[in-house]
């Protein structure tokens, strides 16, 4: 049988769902990038900023794109700006040398600055750090940064930072302190999924509540929308308000659901031969697209029941759906965790560090939210001793 060939009207990859790419419209991330609007402000100037930047939030809310927006802000305000993983460049002493000085190393760029400057080697120092190389047979993180800071202001901005190991983490957040107080133009960016904070804790470096803060969870209503209709529009594309609501609905206001929900719309509309997202259109998406979210559900409830977490997470969305207000306190989900089977009180509160490590729940705004609230209708469902069977998507 012949199979023809899709007539492609829309580009394929206008949306990108996967490992970070820019969307084509990167919609309701502006209190973000406000928040650390003050810290480029001091780099443009060349100044110490006054605190680090911790971002946080579930996986799949676009912390790494945010990153990269971030990176392009503080180039833009003149700074250099260097990209790190917890695995790859901040993983030790000797990859984060190579990633500052990735030409001649450490000592080179010491050299360089004592014959520019005219200061012996011996008596080298910068921000109130001395760089001696006779007595450093290695350079500390602190010697590091501060002779990188040399050139100009500085941006590390390292991911996946809820995994750093506790000895580069706490070294980074120690130097980051101690260089700024002395005047070094350095801004460093940590971002993870909530558990960053209690790996921090972990880390017995106390100055990193000081850090700014910002949480990065869902979008706001209104917000989806104009994720997908924003780069669709400028194609011509309308859409029926009906159809569009229903593949609204099933996205969630999750950034990465709607990535892919976009994907699969483009793909509806060349197949269809379609220039508007009408009911056939968004049946054919919500089809292309249930699979590709029960498969997501089912690799996180994979990766509870190995945690053996599994229990303690039905028991947060069975009290999360049937709450009329969407957000709990600390006590009132410890108390729902401790129902569970073999739920005592300490081994809930480890059950909630663990559900907030993987973003099932999270802490924002002076409570605890869903991280994605249809997961956790999945798993009242799915979890719950002769409940209901699950929607088919």
């Not at 769902?17 to 973000?32: F, K, Q, T």
């Not at 483009?266 to 699979?291: H, I, Q, W, Y």
């Not at 729902?336 to 663990?354: N, T, V």
Request: a neutral charge; charged letters at 25%.
């Amino acid at each position: 049988m012949d199979i023809k060939p899709i007539r492609s009207m829309y580009p394929s990859n206008l949306f990108r769902p996967g490992d970070g790419d820019l969307p084509p419209y990167l919609a309701g991330r502006n209190r973000e990038l406000e928040a650390v609007e003050p810290m480029a402000a001091d780099l443009r100037a060349k100044r110490s900023p006054s605190a680090n930047v911790i971002l946080y939030g579930p996986r799949g809310n676009g912390k790494t794109v945010l990153l990269k927006v971030i990176g392009d802000r503080m180039q833009q305000a003149g700074a250099a700006v260097v990209q790190a993983t917890a695995k790859g460049a901040a993983a030790s002493r000797e990859a984060l040398e190579k990633a500052l000085a990735p030409y001649d190393g450490w000592h080179g760029a010491v050299r360089r600055l004592s014959e520019q400057s005219g200061v012996s080697l011996s008596r080298l120092s910068l921000f109130g750090v001395k760089l001696d190389l006779d007595r450093s047979p290695g350079p500390s993180v602190e010697q590091m940064l501060a002779t990188r800071c040399a050139a100009g202001p500085l941006a590390l901005l390292v991911d996946e930072a809820h995994v750093l190991d506790p000895e580069m983490g706490g070294g980074l957040l120690d130097a980051s302190q101690s260089i700024r107080g002395k005047g070094a133009p350095f801004l460093l960016v940590l971002a993870g999924t909530p558990g960053i904070q209690h790996a921090l804790q972990a880390m017995e470096t106390s100055h990193w509540e000081r850090s700014r803060r910002v949480p990065v969870g869902r979008l706001d209503p209104g917000e989806d929308r104009a994720a997908l209709m924003r780069p669709l529009g400028e194609l011509g594309v309308e859409a029926d308000e009906d159809a569009l609501v229903r593949v609204l609905e099933t996205a969630d206001r999750y950034p990465y659901f709607l990535q892919e929900v976009g994907h699969a719309i483009v793909m509806a509309l060349n197949r269809n031969g379609a220039r508007r997202v009408d009911d056939a259109v968004a049946k054919r998406t919500l089809e292309s697209f249930g699979p590709i979210k029960n498969a997501f559900y089912g690799s996180r409830i994979d990766e509870l029941d190995d945690a053996e977490l599994l229990e303690y997470a039905a028991a947060a969305a069975r009290e999360f759906v049937n709450a009329k207000d969407k957000k709990m306190e600390r006590l009132q989900l410890v108390n729902a965790l401790a129902a569970a089977p073999d739920g005592s009180g300490a081994k809930a509160r480890e059950a909630l560090r663990g559900l907030v490590a993987r973003g099932v729940v999270w802490p924002k705004d002076g409570g605890y939210e869903p991280g994605i609230p249809s997961l956790l209708a999945h798993l009242a469902m799915v979890a719950t001793p002769g409940g209901p069977a699950p929607p088919a998507e």
